[in-house]
């Protein structure tokens, strides 16, 4: 055997059945591990992860299912060793985790006090991105001292005490899409239930920079919430113009991710008036996302407006020039 796959753990009674669940879960659980797979490079035995042709393997199925490998710094191991690796913990930590991830129980399970929901009617491959999202929400932190409120105040926003820590948290450095940086994560709340559905995740460098955006969970009929509703309502694709917009004076404000996700913003009974934050250059993505939203909300009775940037591309541009 490889040495790189020769681990020992202390003994538990629930050890083997957990260790069972993970093998038989093993795409389930590399999904939930590292995020979206490498499709071009993956097949029905084995799942790659990260760019180019993915340095990371995870067997699904066969006599090594549920074994993984990194070719990058020659780690490996079982799915017990891959859950340490990707998050930084010891083994009583990841059988906690492993329990979480499959659904398990074990003597040393934990509880968390913040989760996503997660629907009994979903697919296997979108669950496995909602219980992603969902341990990368329950393990990131208060972001105020961090890179993220950094990253904001170059954009020359603030993080309202009311937003740290239950709208926008720090994740620090982690494996993710095939590159380990730290993020500013940004949580999704379903338009009508209001239950957690998933998370942004912004990468950083060590600088404060913005590096890549990623989406994982059921964010299409989400927003990142700035508030409650009221009769009045505003939206925005990204977290930093709508964050903008709250500047501005547009409160309560929601970021509902992209220009799709505005033509099909729902009408929520009670609001009287709408307003939707411009964007541009974008071959009139927004403007036509715009047009849709008032048909759709044509029958409400709400007044709608379009809040256009007046320098740049979008109101963050207006709010730092």
Same mark, same amino acid.
């Given at each position: *055997?490889?040495? @790189?796959?020769?681990?020992? #753990?202390?003994?538990?009674?629930?050890?083997?059945?957990?260790?069972?669940? %993970?093998?038989?879960?093993?795409? *389930?659980?590399?999904? !939930?591990?590292?995020?979206?797979?490498?499709?071009? @490079?993956? !097949?029905?035995?084995?799942?790659?992860?990260g760019r180019d042709k993915g340095s990371l393997s995870v067997e699904i199925a066969g006599r090594n299912a549920g074994t993984w490998f990194?070719?990058?710094?020659?780690? +490996?191991?079982?799915l017990f060793r891959l859950i340490e690796y990707v998050r930084g913990c010891n083994f009583s930590e990841a059988k906690c985790i492993a329990?979480?991830? =499959?659904?398990?129980? !074990?003597?040393t399970a934990r509880p968390s006090r913040s989760r996503l929901i997660y629907p009994r009617k979903i697919e296997r491959a979108d %669950? +496995? =991105?909602?219980? #992603?999202g969902g341990m990368i929400w329950q393990q990131s932190v208060d972001p105020? +001292? !961090?890179?993220?409120?950094? #990253?904001?105040?170059?954009?020359?926003?603030?993080?309202?005490?009311?937003?740290?820590?239950?709208?926008?948290?720090? @994740?620090?450095?982690?494996?993710?899409?095939?590159? =380990?940086?730290?993020? *500013?994560i940004a949580l999704f709340r379903d338009i009508k239930t209001n239950e957690a559905c998933g998370v942004s995740v912004t990468f950083l460098t060590k600088d404060a920079k913005k590096l890549d955006r990623r989406f994982f969970g059921k964010v299409g009929n989400g927003a990142i919430k700035f508030g409650d509703v009221t009769n009045t309502l505003s939206i925005g694709e990204g977290i930093e113009s709508t964050l903008s917009g709250m500047a501005m004076g547009y409160s309560p404000s929601w970021a509902v991710g992209s220009a799709g996700s505005i033509a099909r913003f729902p009408v929520i009974e009670g609001i009287t008036t709408l307003k939707i934050f411009g964007e541009k250059n974008d071959n009139g993505a927004n403007a036509n996302?715009?047009?849709? %939203?008032?048909?759709?909300?044509?029958?409400?009775?709400?007044?709608? #407006?379009?809040?256009?940037?007046?320098?740049?591309?979008? %109101?963050?541009d207006t709010l730092i020039v």
């Open positions: *055997m490889n040495k @790189h796959f020769h681990y020992s #753990y202390p003994p538990d009674d629930n050890l083997d059945d957990l260790r069972r669940l %993970l093998r038989d879960n093993a795409a *389930m659980v590399a999904r !939930t591990l590292l995020g979206p797979e490498n499709r071009k @490079h993956s !097949t029905r035995r084995q799942l790659r992860f990194d070719w990058a710094d020659s780690q +490996g191991g079982d329990a979480e991830i =499959t659904g398990a129980t !074990t003597s %669950l +496995g =991105t909602l219980k #992603y105020r +001292g !961090t890179i993220a409120e950094e #990253y904001l105040r170059s954009r020359g926003l603030e993080i309202a005490d009311d937003i740290a820590g239950s709208v926008i948290r720090y @994740h620090p450095p982690f494996y993710c899409a095939g590159r =380990t940086a730290a993020a *500013m996302a715009i047009k849709e %939203l008032v048909k759709r909300w044509k029958n409400s009775g709400a007044d709608i #407006y379009a809040i256009e940037p007046k320098n740049g591309n979008d %109101l963050n």
